[in-house]
């Protein structure tokens, strides 16, 4: 049997000298749990309506997470875009530290992930689960070249044209093997896409391209099964098939699950049975879609007889696009708060956090308690019983005492970083948020993400930003920065600090290609 002394709040010393310790523990006689974390795709706090009851967009199985479990209002991605999130949710660790310091992997990117770093799927397969990832991974790979490498394409991984990114397809080799992606860094096994479903549209299997791409008319590969309004379908059901398989054949050992959805992405098209059904835009039909996906999962544990004893975390890698059509028909993505994806603004980074455990989570909680998706790893680590291998995680935070409402043991997360688009970083402390080196959104200027700098609005500086009482101000509407040059400064030393606790990675060089 899997039955553990599930310890509900563990004690040990974690890896960054900000991390205070952590609590007491306590013995239990329940077991550890299957996980299942479902990762939507730029979905904004007020997308899911269990936030945002107003809405005229429902989403009642998204609802029902929350009304079994805990809704967590003050959640926050480490980054307002999806690629460095990816990165922060998996490691536990803030992804300006890797080599990626802004935007998001284009097409063949190297891997992001280090080998050797450890991972939500490296440290729980550690602890005897089955892992499994099923979706959009867009965290780069290390592909191999065809030989010589003509293309070079270590050399121009960074282009974002079309045209040029074709050039770079012909130097991949797709029938080898590439390296440190899923397969390398915990996961049993995974099914996805390499980026999102559109930059590169064929489908991964652990360690290597499957199916049948070939070369469109750009030159990008392209494979007919990877089709815009299914991919969602397909990895929910690779997902539903990886637990009944696990059940019939590994019941011993619990299973963790990580379905990062393409949806409600621009890259994805709207299913038919969708189509305009909010009567607003293709992206708020893709919130059916997602809303969905999540039914089909909690229906299958229901069906397997697993619900009680799984772990299911519904989030969302950043905030959302503009959408004023939603707008003018009562839908606010953002809810209240300021801000879109790509922004430094809360917007950007504050998401649907939502988590069910039936008997161990009180249901219909709602918590204000900050928390960030880095604190994944050491939240685990303590559900397991097992501290962090050395270094692991240096910007996680044990989040089980909040999770399990256990409230004699929760401890306030010590300050929180945030990134934009374009690189700025955020601190949130106390009352306060800072935003340094702009006074504007700090993310991508199409109108589609705030736009360009208003006329008269300084120019991006480090000896600027922006400072919010967040308690007085939730909606970051009254700039402080220059009314408390005290704060700032106090602010500044604490984010110099978390700079230093880990050294930053650098982007490794190109392995020597045999000819």
Same mark, same amino acid.
């Given at each position: ?7 509900? @709040? ?279 879609? @997602? ?179 967040? @308690? ?27 700079? @230093? ?15």
């Amino acid at each position: 049997m899997r039955v553990s002394a599930l310890l509900l @709040a563990l004690a040990f010393t974690a890896t960054s000298s900000w991390c205070c310790e952590h609590a007491v523990a306590k013995e239990s006689n329940c077991q550890e749990p299957n996980i299942v974390i479902i990762l939507a795709d730029d979905f904004g706090w007020g997308d899911a309506s269990c936030n945002n009851p107003d809405s005229p967009i429902k989403t009642p199985n998204i609802d029902r997470i929350a009304a079994e479990g805990i809704r967590f209002t003050n959640a926050h991605t480490p980054s307002s875009v999806c690629t460095p999130t990816r990165y922060g949710l998996l490691t536990g660790r803030y992804p300006w530290r890797s080599y990626l310091k802004e935007k998001v992997l284009p097409y063949y990117a190297p891997a992001l992930i280090t080998k050797g770093r450890t991972t939500l799927a490296s440290y729980l397969k550690s602890q005897g689960y089955r892992t499994g990832g099923f979706g959009k991974w867009h965290l780069g790979l290390d592909w191999t070249p065809v030989q010589g490498d003509p293309a070079k394409w270590r050399s121009h991984w960074e282009t974002r044209d079309p045209k040029e990114a074709a050039e770079v397809t012909k130097g991949i080799d797709h029938t080898k093997p590439f390296r440190n992606g899923p397969s390398d860094i915990g996961f049993d096994t995974y099914f996805g896409t390499a980026s999102n479903c559109n930059r590169l549209p064929f489908f991964i299997q652990d360690d290597r391209v499957v199916g049948n791409p070939m070369p469109d008319r750009k030159g990008i590969m392209r494979d007919p099964a990877c089709a815009r309004d299914k991919v969602d379908d397909i990895y929910v059901a690779k997902a539903i098939g990886f637990m009944e398989t696990h059940e019939k054949q590994h019941a011993d050992r619990p299973f963790f699950v990580y379905l990062p959805l393409n949806a409600i992405h621009g890259a994805v098209e709207v299913p038919q049975r969708f189509t305009g059904k909010t009567a607003m835009t293709k992206r708020e039909d893709k919130i059916l879609w @997602a809303n969905q996906s999540v039914g089909r999962i909690l229906a299958a544990l229901d069906r397997m007889k697993l619900s009680d004893n799984t772990l299911v975390i519904f989030t969302t890698d950043n905030g959302p696009i503009n959408s004023p059509v939603a707008r003018r028909k009562g839908h606010q993505p953002t809810g209240p708060y300021r801000g879109l994806k790509t922004n430094v603004w809360d917007g950007g980074t504050r998401v649907p956090f939502i988590a069910r455990w039936p008997g161990h989570i009180p249901a219909g909680v709602t918590s204000d308690h900050l928390i960030g998706l880095t604190d994944m790893l050491a939240t685990f680590a303590a559900l397991c019983d097992k501290p962090l291998p050395e270094g692991a995680g240096p910007d996680s935070f044990n989040q089980l005492p909040v999770l399990l409402q256990q409230k004699e043991q929760i401890n306030q997360r010590p300050a929180l970083v945030t990134a934009s688009y374009l690189g700025f970083l955020t601190l949130r402390h106390d009352s306060w948020k800072a935003v340094f080196g702009t006074k504007w959104t700090g993310g991508h200027p199409s109108t589609a993400y705030g736009g360009q700098l208003p006329k008269g609005t300084p120019p991006d500086d480090p000896s600027i930003g922006q400072l919010y009482n967040i @308690a007085q101000d939730p909606y970051e509407k009254n700039d402080l920065w220059e009314l408390h040059p005290e704060v700032v400064n106090q602010l500044r030393g604490e984010i110099d600090r978390i700079k @230093a606790i880990d050294k930053s990675d650098v982007l490794p060089l190109p392995p020597q290609i045999a000819e």
